[in-house]
């Protein structure tokens, strides 16, 4: 009870802690429901953060974590409400027809994706492989020990102990809200981010282009059922294309509607920095989606606005890694992929064009069998671009979402090249999960570069002060 | 809508429902197989009279079947799981330490386990047994 309890008042504290940087009108306002999506990851994100500053770092009794996280939801519950007094009313969403069949389609797809989960989770709630022998196994490390030297102990290097800790931490966290280690709850946060990973980018098409590419967006997503699968086994993968999707979403919506001021680029530098600290890929992703924010310009007049954004972007970000710092170079071992052999080595994988053509084949059969989509991706969306054709007026933040993904998938090749392990082994069990990491954020890319359905008109942006 | 508007769109959502849809059947085919409790619980249960006799921290052994090969996956998914059984005390998959963790599926007798060096300090059932390593006091 205690568990379901707390698990409820982090998404309190995601939503409050957006709606205090993003604020809005007291009533229900046209942008909540991307705050609401997106509020379980961040939730989670900062409930990570809390217990691994105060019981990891300051090894303060659990109820002293659960007690900040409680009062940090009503403190950042106060300062949006005192915010919202005299807030801009949220831009509307761009209106358009949906047919009734396609919100049919969408529902139906929705609900066998749901139902598949929970029978998924039924048949293995500890998880997969990957759960009890990495995630799940630090969460227990983290519930049971009376001190924090043991989960990153060389002994158990098979379990890569310099992995970050947001997804175990906040496993951890709600273990001890309950006093019991339960399967479930890990399921709940399982299914928490896996409903942010699609309801982030459904709503943002849907303020952005209007509900029907929203809800062909979120179909489309959920097409790659591999996505329900990996969630399903509790590995930290979804989460972190739940807070890869989320960065971007908000960074792009940021961008688009001008009125919401840089604190919506902090939310998405903040989400990055989770990026970080749930998988260290990451950190890949924190560079990537810089870079992608300063290269995706489509003309030069929006390179100031860049600029402009570009602090609260790297704050967000360094928010966050402060924490992922500290746990790197104070707890963690090296991480294997960066130990092992030395520069001169390093370098000959480098110049080994071998090594290049297997990753650039084993890239190419990946992306034909991607997610167990009936049809490859890439031809289901060629196919679709031919046809809708791009949106008449591309702008540089719709083109962000697809760089940011480009600069990622160009890091993973790079790594692949380079690294120590086998290289087959390394791709045969780690690609489809790598790729899955960009999947949402690809769809809704493609979708922000289409071309308009059923004729979505924007709504004209409310003429009101800014809130203070 | 135009035919070409249509045609796009049925191509994205039928490629999708039916992918989601095809993926739901067999999960739904196999979701009433599937054994209960799942394989992870049930090896937890086996491993919980054992983690009650251990200290909340320390190093203990690991060793399973005589023969088995160090790269075989089942011996390695069994280690694994003995880990997240018995955490916070860490298991190292070596016999060299004080106490050692018996994870057998085959009948050893306690006198082969002496003439190894091993003492038999309790067994749990299910081939668990705590074994004190002679050699390594």
């Known amino acids: 009870m205690g568990a379901w309890l707390l698990f409820l008042i982090l998404i309190a504290l995601g939503f409050a802690a957006i709606r205090a940087l993003w604020p809005a009108p007291p009533r229900w306002s046209s942008a909540d429901p991307l705050r609401l999506a997106a509020a379980p990851a961040i939730g989670f994100g900062l409930g990570g953060c809390f217990y691994f500053a105060l019981r990891v770092v300051l090894q303060q009794p659990p109820a002293v974590a659960i007690a900040a996280v409680c009062l940090a ?58 759960a009890w022998s990495i995630w799940n196994l630090r969460a227990r490390f983290l519930f049971r020990a009376q001190e924090f030297i043991s989960p990153f102990s060389p002994v158990i290097a098979w379990s890569h102990p310099d992995y970050p800790l947001l997804v175990p931490g906040v496993i951890a966290l709600l273990w001890h809200a309950g006093g019991v280690e339960s399967a479930s709850m890990a399921g709940a946060v399982g ?24 809800a062909l967006g979120a179909l489309a997503i959920l097409g790659a059922t591999s996505l329900v699968r990996v969630s399903a086994s509790q590995y930290a993968d979804v989460p972190l294309a739940a807070y890869i999707v989320i960065a971007a979403c908000f960074l792009v919506y940021a961008l688009e509607v001008e009125s919401v001021g840089k604190s919506v680029v902090f939310i998405a530098g903040l989400s990055a920095g989770f990026a970080a600290w749930t998988k260290n890929e990451g950190l890949l992703f924190c560079v990537s989606i810089v870079l992608a924010h300063l290269l995706s310009i489509a003309h030069r007049m929006e390179l100031p606005r860049r600029l402009a954004t570009l602090i609260s972007l790297v704050a967000g970000i360094l928010a966050v890694l402060a924490f992922v710092g500290h746990f790197k170079f104070r707890l963690a071992p090296a991480n294997d992929l960066v130990n092992t052999g030395t520069a001169g080595v390093a370098m000959a994988r480098a110049t080994d064009f071998n090594r290049y053509w297997v990753t650039f084949w084993a890239f190419v059969g990946e992306l034909l069998t991607f997610g167990s989509v009936l049809v490859p991706p890439v031809i289901v969306f060629a196919v679709w671009l031919a046809l809708v054709r791009f949106r008449s007026k591309v702008t540089g933040a719709s083109l962000l979402p697809l760089a940011a993904v480009t600069l990622q998938l160009a890091g993973y090749f790079a790594i692949y090249v380079t690294t120590p392990q086998d290289l087959d082994w390394q791709l045969n069990t780690s690609l489809p999960r790598l790729l899955l990491h960009v999947w949402p954020l690809s769809v809704t890319g493609i979708f922000l570069i289409s071309g308009d359905l059923f004729g979505g008109r924007p709504q004209p942006e409310p003429v009101r002060p800014r809130s203070k | ?64 079947d005589p023969g088995t090969p160090p790269n075989d996956t089942n011996a390695q998914a069994e280690y694994h799981l003995a880990q997240y059984a018995l955490a916070p005390v860490l298991v190292a998959y070596s016999p060299d330490h004080r106490f050692v963790v ?11 386990l002496r003439d190894r060096g091993f003492r038999l300090i309790r067994e749990f059932g299910n081939g668990i047994v705590l074994l004190e390593n002679e050699k390594v006091r």
């Open chain 1, 73 to 130: 939801a009503a403190g950042l519950g106060w300062f949006a409400w005192r915010r919202a007094q005299s807030a801009v009313p949220d831009v509307p969403a761009v209106s358009g027809q949906i047919p009734f069949w396609l919100w049919l389609l969408f529902g139906a797809g929705a609900a066998m994706a749901f139902f598949t989960y929970l029978m998924l989770n039924g048949a293995a709630p500890h998880g997969e492989w990957d």
């Open chain 1, 191 to 214: 299914f928490g981010f896996l409903l942010s990973c699609v309801a982030v980018p459904f709503f943002t098409l849907w303020l952005l282009r209007g509900p029907a590419l929203a």
């Open chain 2, 1 to 64: 809508m135009s035919p070409r508007v249509l045609g796009a769109v049925l191509c994205v959502a039928a490629v999708s429902l039916l992918s989601v849809g095809r993926f739901f059947f067999q999960v739904a085919d196999f979701y009433p197989k599937a054994p209960s409790p799942d394989g992870v619980t049930d090896f937890d249960r086996r491993f919980v009279g054992l983690r009650a006799m251990l200290p909340p921290k320390g190093i203990i052994g690991y060793m399973t």
């Open chain 2, 102 to 112: 018996g994870n057998f599926h085959q009948a050893v007798t306690t006198g082969s």
